[in-house]
């Protein structure tokens, strides 16, 4: 939303724009919770990161290409110097770390191998939406009630993990931390739109400059 003052000058209300910033930032904030417990791992520090759902509908839900959200978790020891961090993320350059340990829930839609050689295209996942005919992962937390099974049926199974029994709707991920790990931090991020997508909108267009200014 912030965007839109810069694009659209004069043609919008701050005051009708604040308050649906705060009715999505209220809803955001009810539909997950966060629980850490302690989990020694091999005689050593670690702890376990439960994220369960509170909404009606997978987590994170809505349009696929950039949405996510993911644990950011932070060891720091006896003298508050960090030695630990999983899912670290720039807001100066906009990079998620991909390290080993990141839990990072989305869905990633791409090109089957049928239709990437009928198309002359490589295949695999692809924020090109009208050339996407299949899922290579998604591991975002079911909602209650809801039964592997008819996940599928609906089709928006659980694809590529393996951490959901029926009827299960929420995710443990442990972290094994360093022997110096004192205090931990853990932390629950949202984003609407990630770094990948929009220099996919940037590079893919090119009739304008629209793309270069998102």
């Not at 644990?71 to 630990?84: E, G, P, R, S, T």
């Not at 199974?157 to 931390?177: E, I, K, R, S």
Request: avoid cysteine.
């Amino acid at each position: 939303p912030d965007l839109i003052p810069t694009w659209y000058p004069g043609e919008f209300s701050q005051t009708a724009l604040n308050a649906g910033k705060a009715r999505v930032v209220a809803m955001l904030q009810k539909a997950a919770t966060l629980e850490v417990f302690e989990s020694p791992v091999g005689g050593g520090p670690g702890v376990t990161v439960r994220v369960t759902n509170e909404t009606a509908h997978k987590l994170p839900s809505g349009y696929p290409e950039g949405r996510r959200i993911w644990i950011n978790v932070k060891a720091f020891d006896d003298q508050a110097n960090l030695v630990y961090e999983s899912g670290a993320y720039d807001p100066a350059t906009g990079v998620l770390s991909h390290d080993p340990d990141a839990k990072i829930y989305h869905i990633e839609p791409g090109t089957s191998h049928r239709l990437g050689a009928l198309l002359g295209i490589d295949a695999g996942p692809s924020f090109h939406f009208v050339l996407n005919d299949t899922v290579f992962l998604d591991n975002r937390i079911p909602p209650r009630g809801a039964a592997l099974a008819e996940l599928a049926a609906v089709q928006s199974p659980v694809v590529g993990y393996g951490g959901y029994q029926d009827g299960q709707f929420w995710d443990d991920t442990l972290y094994d931390l360093p022997a110096a790990a004192s205090i931990v931090e853990v932390a629950l991020y949202y984003q609407s739109i990630s770094k990948e997508y929009v220099e996919f909108l940037r590079d893919a267009n090119t009739t304008n400059t629209m793309g270069q200014e998102l």
